[in-house]
Nanobody
Framework: EVQLQASGGGVVQNGGSLRLSCTAS????????MCWFRRAPGKEREGVSC???????RLYADSVRGRFTISSNIEDTVYLQMNNLKPEDTAVYYC???????????????????????WGRGTQVTVSS
């Protein structure tokens, strides 16, 4: 059974930093796609950042590019380093994963629209103004 465990949320002031972690267990594939999504109060869920656990290309939403950095330990954990946080970054952050996303060649074209099989529990990020 695949499980995702996210951690690292908290309360930070405008301009501050946080680092989120998401560890996957139960995958039998050596490589799989992992993404961060977020949902702010009253808004729809939006994609934040994605990458393959093995590394390579990193994908970011326009709203976070240049401030957030996604990375992995190549094995089972992805991190989201969030710098220069703004009040509009306040949301519950979720990690999602899929091994089947990498079976074809289309995942990179629109990773935020892919239907991920596995989701972690959210972690709250609150940025005070």
């Amino acid at each position: 059974e695949v499980q995702l465990q996210a951690s690292g949320g908290g309360v930070v002031q405008n301009g501050g930093s946080l680092r989120l972690s998401c560890t996957a267990s139960g995958f039998t594939d050596d490589d799989f796609a992992m993404c961060w999504f977020r949902r702010a109060p009253g808004k729809e869920r939006e994609g934040v950042s994605c990458m393959r656990i093995s590394g390579g290309r990193r994908l970011y939403a326009d709203s976070v590019r240049g401030r957030f950095t996604i990375s992995s330990n190549i094995e089972d954990t992805v991190y989201l380093q969030m710098n220069n946080l703004k009040p509009e970054d306040t949301a519950v952050y979720y990690c999602a994963a899929s091994n089947s996303a990498l079976y074809g060649n289309n995942w990179y074209q629109n990773p935020f629209r892919y239907v991920y099989e596995y989701w972690g529990r959210g972690t709250q990020v609150t940025v005070s103004s």
